[in-house]
Nanobody, 125 residues
């Protein structure tokens, strides 16, 4: 079983930055898997934000391209999401997750096998 724990959320003004972290445990080879971030705002469906495959390939939702950067440190079993130029519409609970595949496909959020408890991001205008 894979455990994921997110941290780094908070409240910022529009234009500000936050760096989210997600530590993984429970499996020695999480580097074998794609990891990603999805978010969910109240009353809205889950939205995939960014993913990073086991080979380092990254993908982003159009809404965050150029503002967010996903990265991973396999030695530390940690996934990151650097969020810059934050907008009020980025306000949501952010979760890290994995579908337990080496590559995250288009439907990876729905296929997520494990995710954490989430970290709240609030952006004020």
């Amino acid at each position: 079983q894979v455990h994921l724990v997110e941290s780094g959320g908070g409240s910022v003004q529009a234009g500000g930055s936050l760096r989210l972290s997600c530590t993984t445990s429970g499996y020695s080879y999480t580097s074998d898997y794609c990891l990603g971030w999805f978010r969910q705002a109240p009353g809205k469906e889950r939205e995939g934000v960014a993913t990073i495959d086991s080979d380092g390939t990254t993908r982003y939702a159009d809404s965050v391209k150029g503002r967010f950067t996903v990265s991973r440190d396999n030695a530390k079993n940690t996934l990151y999401l650097q969020m810059n130029s934050l907008l009020p519409e980025d306000t949501a609970m952010y979760y890290c997750a994995t579908p337990l595949t080496s590559r995250c496909g288009r439907a990876w959020v729905g296929a997520a096998a494990y995710w954490g408890q989430g970290t709240q991001v609030a952006v004020s205008s």
